[in-house]
């Protein structure tokens, strides 16, 4: 059975940084392409980030994009996401995600295979 658990949100004023993680099991990790995404009440889950099964492929959403950076560990089966110059629309709950595939072409990110039960990040003042 595959398990995702994120961790490392937290409440946090605008301009501060976060590192969000997920360490997964049940999956053999270091094949699979692994990212992140968001969601706030009343709004789609929105794509925030992609790594490849070798940390190459390395794609943003728009909205992060020079804000947020994406790695992997694959010896831990864990990634991150740094969440720098956070800003009050950064607020969200922040999923993990993986697909069964090593990368994912960008018109596919909405396919994923596994999901996290997601973290709190707030941001504000």
């Known amino acids: 059975q595959v398990q995702l658990v994120e961790s490392g949100g937290g409440l946090v004023q605008p301009g501060a940084s976060l590192r969000l993680s997920c360490v997964a099991s049940?999956?053999?990790?270091?094949?699979?392409?692994m990212g992140w995404f968001r969601q706030t009440t009343g709004k789609e889950r929105e794509f925030v980030a992609h790594i490849n099964w070798i940390g190459k492929a390395i794609d943003y959403g728009d909205s992060v994009k020079g804000r947020f950076t994406i790695s992997r560990d694959n010896a831990k089966k864990t990634h991150y996401l740094q969440m720098n110059d956070l800003k009050s629309e950064d607020t969200a709950v922040y999923y993990c995600?993986?697909?069964?595939?090593?990368?994912?072409?960008?018109?596919?990110?909405?396919?994923?295979?596994?999901w996290g039960e997601g973290t709190l990040v707030t941001v504000s003042s």
């Open positions: 049940g999956l053999s990790f270091n094949s699979n392409a």
């Open positions: 995600a993986a697909w069964r595939r090593g990368t994912m072409p960008s018109e596919e990110y909405e396919g994923v295979d596994f």
